[in-house]
């Protein structure tokens, strides 16, 4: 995926360094030590299919949609976003974005611990007012629209905090946590009557999804098959593919295939590799093969695509 700009003059707003692997595993690109807090500037236009992988992360996200139409989905949720809108996704929540529509599409993603808003562990901010939100398994995600004074209210508190964090004045770190304090605090009473009647529910699914994909990031360039991805989480061939079909739909080697296209166009676009080798290190079985899956997914030659990359 795109690198951040070495060059860019916006302060610590970061811009493309929406990795998925970095993602899925929660290496989010904080600020600094100390303020676990980042604002993330994503051009759906430099991915893939115009989609951002499938991932999850243990920090919260807030994202706006700032040009064209951007579908997030989770498991059980569908929500297309226009420009203006706003989302937030839970932690822990297995989730992917696709841009659609003819219109070029761009985002701005806000990630933050927890405890950037708590404070102390079981302090009344986290027990009262963090805690019930992020705990709630029913609240995977929370579409906010510019419909009303309260939600334009909240949409225009993250806008300002992008604004802080780009222009960097001083204090901006307080106004940040007290910005995103005032979204919380709108979510907060927002979703009262959600988790007020929440069921118990059972996650084990989505646990099983999360290892399965880690296993798949950290073999992909070997030869692994369904009985080998399934017993990463302890399940069997048959209920490995049932469970990737309920919760992302789509079978385990489409996942996998997928990843190592993924893996092979950053390898492409960053490296000097020949297309033999990316196809060598992606585990793809036979150089015309990855081709034609490649160009099939992207609609260029892999050649093509690097070359494309470098001008």
């Not at 243990?58 to 949720?77: H, Q, Y």
């Not at 590799?273 to 093969?289: A, H, M, N, R």
């Amino acid at each position: 995926m795109p690198a951040a700009s070495d060059g860019d003059e916006r302060g610590m707003l970061l811009h493309n360094c929406f990795h998925t692997d970095d993602m899925s595993h929660d290496h989010i690109p904080y600020a600094q030590a100390g303020f676990p807090y980042a604002c993330i500037e994503t051009d759906m236009e430099e991915y893939p299919n115009r989609c951002v992988a499938w991932h999850w992360h243990t920090s919260c996200e807030i994202v706006t949609v700032t040009k064209g139409e951007v579908k997030l989905f989770t498991p059980d949720l569908e929500v297309l976003m226009h420009a203006g809108d706003l989302v937030y996704v839970n932690t822990g929540v297995l989730h992917t974005y696709l841009a659609v529509g003819t219109e070029k599409a761009s985002q701005c993603a806000h990630l933050f611990h927890i405890d950037f808003l708590s404070g102390a562990f079981n302090s009344i901010f986290d027990e009262k007012y963090c805690q019930p939100v992020c705990r709630c398994s029913e609240l995977q995600a929370w579409h906010v629209r510019p419909d009303s004074r309260d939600h334009m209210a909240m949409i225009a508190a993250v806008m300002d905090a992008a604004r802080q964090m780009q222009l960097e004045p001083e204090g901006y770190e307080f106004e940040i946590r007290a910005l995103l304090g005032r979204f919380w605090l709108g979510l907060f009473k927002e979703t009262a009557a959600l988790r007020a009647n929440a069921p118990v529910r059972n996650n084990a699914d989505q646990e099983r999804i999360k290892q399965m994909i880690a296993f798949i990031e950290a073999h992909y360039p070997e030869t692994i098959t369904v009985q080998e991805i399934g017993a990463s989480a302890g399940i069997s061939p048959r209920e490995c593919t049932r469970c990737f079909q309920r919760c992302i739909h789509m079978t385990p080697i489409e996942y996998l295939t997928q990843h190592r296209l993924r893996e092979a166009a950053n390898m492409l676009a960053q490296t000097s590799k020949t297309v033999l080798q990316v196809s060598e290190d992606c585990g793809f079985s036979s150089p015309s093969y990855f081709s034609r899956v490649f160009r099939e997914k992207t609609g260029d030659t892999p050649k093509a695509y690097q070359k494309k990359a470098g001008d």
